[in-house]
């Protein structure tokens, strides 16, 4: 069985593992680069991308985490996740990744109260996705490398680019495994 790593140092890191159970593998948390040995992949969690990419500077996990995903590891990146994985945020000077090569704006729907779901067409998943999207960000740029696996009025909204995808929804919000099957499946 495959054990998935949920970055667990803030942020909805334990959805993220029920949802990794629910699609028959195992999960778990990774608090430190030490933990990055045992996993098959690893899950950047939505939360706060500002703190999360303070603690994982402090932490020590930023090469780590680079290097994991230059092994051709899978990572895949929700809302702040998807964020951190970024090559470029827009007006905010703070860490990313850049293991996906994809520019984002922050908050780009607005406040809290304009956060919403909906249903997005994900046509290599089958049936449209439910998309939880809690102040989300918005994909403003796409490299050549970067493939869209599902888009919002005309925005990528779940990419891929090689082992790595981003969502800026939430499919650990909801009952619906495919996402992360599809993850399971890099
Ligand atoms: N707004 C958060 C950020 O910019 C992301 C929100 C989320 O992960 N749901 O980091």
Not at 80 to 96: R, S
């Amino acid at each position: 069985m495959k054990t998935i790593g949920i970055l667990a140092l803030q942020g909805d890191f334990a959805k993220h593992a029920e949802a990794i159970r629910a699609a028959g593998a195992s999960a778990l948390e990774v608090r430190e680069a030490a933990g990055l040995a045992n996993i098959d992949g690893l899950i950047l969690p939505g939360g706060e991308s500002t703190t999360i990419g303070k603690l994982l500077a402090r932490y020590g996990m930023v090469e780590p985490i680079k290097q994991f995903a230059a092994a051709g590891k899978p990572v895949f990146g929700t809302c702040a996740g998807a964020i951190l994985l970024a090559k470029h945020i827009e007006k905010y000077d703070q860490l990313c990744l850049g293991l996906l090569d994809i520019d984002v704006a922050r908050n780009a729907y607005g406040r809290q109260t304009e956060s919403f779901e909906a249903d997005i067409p994900a046509p290599s998943l089958g049936d449209p996705l439910r998309g939880v999207f809690i102040r989300a960000p918005v994909i403003t740029r796409t490299g050549t490398g970067v493939e869209v696996l599902a888009e919002y009025n005309g925005r990528a909204v779940f990419v891929r680019q090689g082992s790595i995808i981003a969502a800026t929804f939430h499919p650990e919000l909801t009952d619906d495994p495919r996402v992360h099957r599809f993850f399971l499946s890099l």
